[in-house]
């Protein structure tokens, strides 16, 4: 099983932490300049962060059948 220190899980929390501290950058230049490319840069990055959940849920469930 995977523990809170395995090293891919550590990976993912990182990116995770990344990627919302972007999102915040982002969301802030939005109300500052109220330009909105940075909005469509906030939602690339949400899509590409939701694919990612979805990628990395899909290999966690292929390892637990797989290693049942």
Request: proline share 1%; glycine share 4%; net charge positive.
């Amino acid at each position: 099983t995977r523990s809170r220190h395995d090293p891919a899980m550590i990976v993912l929390r990182l990116i995770l932490v990344l990627g919302l501290a972007v999102l915040a950058g982002l969301t802030l230049a939005w109300l500052f300049t109220r330009d909105r490319k940075y909005l469509q840069i906030a939602g690339r990055i949400v899509r590409f962060l939701i694919v990612l959940a979805v990628v990395v849920a899909l290999i966690f469930v292929a390892e637990r059948v797989i290693l049942r």
